[in-house]
C-alpha cells in the first residue's frame, strides 16, 4: 500500500478529516480499515490516493 493515502473525516481535526497512509494499514475488512492507531468505517472515507493520482473521491470537496 506504499503511495497510498486516505482520506477520511474526522471530527475535530484541523478541517474535520485526517489522511492515513497505506504503510499504516494493518487490515482491510468488512466494514472497517485496521490501522496502527485503531480503525475506521468505510463510510468516512471520501478521498483516496496513490502516488498523488486519484483514485476515489466521492461526497467532500
Same mark, same amino acid.
Request: glycine share 14%; proline share 3%; hydrophobic share 35%.
Given at each position: 500500500? !506504499? /503511495?497510498? !493515502?486516505?482520506?477520511?473525516?474526522? =471530527? /475535530?481535526? #484541523? *478541517? &474535520?478529516? $485526517?489522511?492515513? $497512509?497505506?504503510? &499504516? +494499514? +494493518?487490515?482491510? *475488512? =468488512?466494514?472497517?480499515?485496521?490501522?496502527?492507531? *485503531? !480503525?475506521? #468505517?468505510?463510510?468516512?472515507?471520501?478521498?483516496?490516493?496513490?502516488? *498523488? $493520482? !486519484? +483514485?476515489?473521491?466521492? /461526497? =467532500?470537496?
Amino acid at each position: 500500500m !506504499e /503511495g497510498v !493515502e486516505i482520506f477520511y473525516v474526522h =471530527r /475535530g481535526a #484541523p *478541517g &474535520d478529516f $485526517k489522511v492515513l $497512509k497505506g504503510e &499504516d +494499514i +494493518i487490515d482491510l *475488512g =468488512r466494514s472497517f480499515i485496521t490501522h496502527t492507531g *485503531g !480503525e475506521i #468505517p468505510y463510510h468516512r472515507v471520501f478521498r483516496i490516493t496513490r502516488s *498523488g $493520482k !486519484e +483514485i476515489l473521491s466521492r /461526497g =467532500r470537496t
